[in-house]
């Protein structure tokens, strides 16, 4: 539909992917060569200038992937709700992920027996074909960095300046899906439009006794009871420090977008003066 591709376009254009004629930027042509959703792509490029590629690259996995969260049967759920609370981060569901993968590679690694990665997997509720397809598109990501010359940092997950550079990584990618707890008990409203969602039952925040006020989201489905699924709690500050001012200004009024100015005009003398240091 005519309002879709325009709207990709202005999605596009947000992401600094097209010159002002249209065309592919120079950004636009090196975030192409993924096989990636375009908030993915770019990133995965901001986490060249955070230092935080290894990471990254194991969450663009993950997210495009199927779901490594396999349905609880009926009477198990509880079960396997204890299951993956076990690989939950307090940072939220991307560095979940990366807990995920990075046990389901140390049981990889080191069988016991044939087929000790299957057991594993059932043990915990996982899907050991997404995450072997997760490791597979990895590999393939890690292949493309090579080839088209882009650094990728040491691993240094777990560190707080890891973790920052990480949610600056997805922010810069994923500033348009942003929602905000109107109201402490996990009703989250869109900052692009006025929906309003829940979180999905396989996140980590889900029934759990801290709902944070605002989430970056990697999807919205409302086939499944208007959920945001795979979400990680961040700062109105560093929001304001990474989203680009027109879409900002872009946004429809609200009471988040408010909140959010405020904090920008509270940044702004020190954003002038970075300016004028570069």
Not at 27 to 51: T, V
Not at 129 to 144: F, N, P
Not at 164 to 178: D, E, Q, T, V
Request: net charge negative; with cysteine.
């Amino acid at each position: 539909a005519p309002e879709s591709l325009m709207q990709a376009l202005e999605d596009l254009d947000y992401l600094a992917a097209l010159d002002n004629d249209g065309n592919l930027s120079e950004f636009g042509i090196i975030m192409s060569e993924f096989p990636l959703d375009p908030q993915l792509s770019k990133s995965l490029l901001a986490s060249c200038e955070f230092e935080c590629v290894d990471e990254m690259l194991t969450i663009a996995a993950m997210v495009t992937a199927p779901s490594c969260f396999l349905p609880a049967a009926p009477g198990t759920e509880e079960m396997a709700l204890s299951c993956w609370h076990r690989f939950s981060h307090p940072a939220g569901d991307h560095c979940t992920l990366i807990n995920v993968f990075n046990a389901f590679k140390a049981a990889t690694a080191h069988p016991t027996h044939p087929g000790n990665s299957e057991k594993w997997c059932r043990d915990y509720f996982l899907s050991c074909s997404a995450l072997s397809m997760a490791g597979t598109i990895r590999a393939e990501l890690v292949e493309i960095m090579k080839r088209i010359e882009l650094p990728i940092s040491e691993p240094d997950f777990g560190s707080e300046e890891n973790l920052l550079s990480i949610k600056k990584a997805l922010l810069s990618g994923y500033f348009m899906h942003i929602a905000r707890d109107v109201d402490g008990s996990g009703n989250y409203l869109m900052l692009t439009h006025k929906q309003v969602a829940q979180l999905h039952p396989s996140s980590s925040y889900y029934n759990s006794r801290r709902i944070p006020e605002w989430v970056l989201f990697h999807e919205f489905s409302i086939s499944q009871d208007n959920s945001i699924r795979v979400v990680s709690e961040i700062s109105p500050h560093l929001f304001a420090e990474l989203v680009p001012q027109y879409y900002f200004s872009n946004l429809p009024p609200s009471e988040s977008k408010d909140i959010l100015q405020e904090v920008i005009n509270h940044l702004a003398p020190a954003s002038a003066t970075k300016e004028e240091q570069k």
